[in-house]
């Protein structure tokens, strides 16, 4: 981060000396064994058969996508610090089996430059132009509107945190998924029956470990020569 201008070097330098230091001997932290909590969740996930969305416009309203079924959808956008590489490999994974340009207005926006670099070299980016998604700069872009907005009044499907009146568009209904469900959602301009989105999500079984697979800064040849170019002591 120092090696691309993000301020204030001098507390990145602090951070990166106490990442260097609790390295030495890391330990995590572990609630007390008498911990008491105001409330305990248990969910099974073997009982989750069909993907679940939270409905327009409230991130709390959460149903089952056969219960949402068939909804007919504006713009899609798939984005925001919620969203991981795999995601967006998963993605064009669903998108590749489409053939033209798709019938909603699909939107991408990868959280970080590291994502955009390494999806442009895997190809994912030619897979988006393909099918007519528009691309945007790494970042919030939709999740907080402050880059770009969808069309007033639009039904929108969003891979965001949140949902709340007008977040993401004047008067836009936005329904909250997964990126999968997402671009699926972009393919057929509608919400799909659980059967459709099954159809298209078995393409992602076939090589899920590769697509899912994670990526961090030192994994990356540039950054990584970036990064051994910072002198550090001198921020100290």
């Known amino acids: 981060m120092i090696s691309e201008g993000y301020s204030d070097a001098r507390t990145l330098a602090r951070r990166v000396s106490k990442m260097e230091e609790w390295l030495k001997k890391p330990e995590l932290m572990e609630a007390d064994k008498d911990a008491e ?26 149903k089952l996508l056969s219960e949402v079924c068939g909804k007919k959808i504006d713009e899609v956008f798939i984005g925001s610090c919620m969203t991981n590489i795999g995601h967006y490999r998963a993605a064009a994974k669903m998108l590749q089996q489409y053939e033209g340009q798709l019938p909603t207005r699909l939107w991408i926006a990868p959280p970080t430059k590291m994502d955009q670099e390494q999806l442009t070299k895997e190809g ?48 836009a209904d936005v329904f909250l998924a997964s990126a999968e469900l997402s671009a699926v959602a972009a393919v057929l301009g509608r919400l799909p029956t659980p059967e459709e989105y099954m159809k298209y999500h078995t393409e992602l079984g076939k090589d899920e470990k590769n697509i899912y697979r ?15 170019e910072v002198e550090l002591g001198k921020f100290r």
């Open 37 to 62: 909590y105001k409330a305990i969740i248990e969910i099974n996930m073997d009982e989750i058969k069909e993907p679940i969305l939270c409905c327009p416009n409230d991130p709390d309203d959460a």
């Open 124 to 171: 994912m980016y030619a897979i988006y132009g393909k099918v007519g998604a528009r691309t945007e700069m790494p970042g919030c872009s939709l999740c907080m509107g402050n880059q770009a907005r969808v069309a007033d009044n639009a039904t929108v499907v969003s891979t965001s945190t949140r949902n709340f009146p007008n977040r993401l568009g004047k008067g």
């Open 214 to 228: 994670y990526l961090n800064f030192d994994q990356v040849e540039s950054y990584q020569e970036a990064a051994d």
